[in-house]
């Protein structure tokens, strides 16, 4: 399973994608896109996100602030 960013939060300030040492999450031209197969779940994205819009489904996401 791969996060999942909530994209009406999302103010694509590129946080998460600078944060994420495996490139699973790409900054495209409105919106931050996720690459499942590269996740591998380590919640430094969710920490990274001022806004609290990326999840980890089934998880407590732990790493939140």
């Given at each position: 399973?791969?996060?999942?960013?909530?994209?009406?939060?999302?103010?694509?300030?590129?946080?998460?994608?600078?944060?994420?040492?495996?490139?699973?999450l790409r900054l495209?031209?409105?919106?931050?896109?996720?690459?499942?197969?590269?996740?591998?779940?380590?919640?430094?994205?969710?920490?990274?996100?001022?806004?609290?819009?990326?999840s980890l489904p089934?998880?407590?996401?732990?790493?939140?602030?």
């Amino acid at each position: 399973m791969a996060v999942v960013i909530d994209r009406s939060k999302c103010i694509y300030c590129g946080a998460c994608v600078a944060t994420c040492p495996y490139l699973a999450l790409r900054l495209k031209e409105t919106y931050v896109e996720v690459i499942p197969e590269k996740c591998t779940e380590c919640q430094l994205c969710i920490k990274a996100c001022p806004v609290g819009c990326i999840s980890l489904p089934g998880k407590d996401n732990e790493s939140k602030r």
